[in-house]
């Protein structure tokens, strides 16, 4: 799959997903999506993410970011540029007033071949932690364990996650300044077990961006917010800090995850990256 090939979008609602049937036709949604697209297509080329005939298993919560990745990749395969299947999958973790009716019904609706999964994850979360705790941490490595047991279940080679731009440059920070350490989300990792694969498709997408996108495909988005708790105070002063950046220094977010791609170690400070011991300047009379 090249990105180099050019990217036609239907005028006619036969010929397109039928997610995208009631898609606007503007001038200014078509820039969004095939700019969407085509940071979706170089992600997926540059790591080597697309093995012909592979299943993958999608992960949608409901929110604006996995409902994009969903459009998105099913975009690609319905044009031919993803030779891959793919199977949506939400796990109701029984968060309280969690609307159970909402994807399949909208799945269904658009002939999306998916899997509903029910695992109480809430109850092991709010039993393990004091009241007024932030949950989000916990329940994401339990959510992780049971997707990649379905995916196994499934016989999918790749978990494809709806992780963007600002995820990863705010992971980044948060190693960075309380880690003490250089890391992010990469793109493409292999679990422990060596068996699965985790994608992040959007790793290249603004999050304004899929925000735009989901708000013109009016998409039924359930709110991450049913079990009154959220991320913490480190990840939204990070927020805050990059969306300062992107206000007084337009364009910073793109040049900083370009820079997570254009690393070089002989500059930076591992020793066990680079092999700072062996440089020696040369003295009058070495051999050349």
Partial sequence: ?????????????????????????????????????????????????????????????????????????????????????????????????????????????????????????????????????????????????HLYRIAREEGCSALVLGHHREDILETFFMNLFHGGKLAAMPPKLLNDEGDMEVLRPLALCAEADLERFAQAMDFPIIPCDLCGSQDGLQRNAMKAMLDDFERKMPGRKDVMIRAMGNINPSHMLDTRLFDFASLMAKTPGDSL
């Avoid at 036969?14 to 001038?27: D, E, I, K, L, T």
């Avoid at 990745?69 to 099913?74: G, K, M, S, V």
């Avoid at 269904?108 to 092991?124: F, K, L, P």
């Avoid at 949950?135 to 959510?143: D, E, I, Q």
Wanted: charged share 25%.
């Fill in 1 to 145: 799959m090249s990105t180099a090939e050019p990217l036609a979008l239907a005028d006619d609602d036969s010929n397109c997903h039928p997610m995208f049937r009631n898609a606007p036709s503007g001038v200014e949604f078509n820039k969004l999506r095939k700019r969407l697209i085509r940071q979706v297509r170089e992600t997926l080329d540059s790591y080597g993410m697309v093995r012909p005939g592979a299943k993958w298993l999608v992960a949608l919560s409901g929110g604006k970011d996995s409902y994009g990745l969903l459009a998105i990749l099913l975009d690609l395969k319905w044009r031919g540029l993803l030779p891959v299947d793919l199977l949506a999958c939400n796990l109701d973790q029984g968060q309280p007033n969690f609307p159970k009716h909402i994807l399949p019904e909208f799945l269904e609706a658009n002939g999306v071949a998916h899997r509903i999964e029910y695992q109480d994850t809430y109850s092991i979360v709010t039993d393990k932690l004091p009241q007024g705790s932030t949950y989000c941490s916990l329940c994401s490595r339990l959510r992780r364990g």
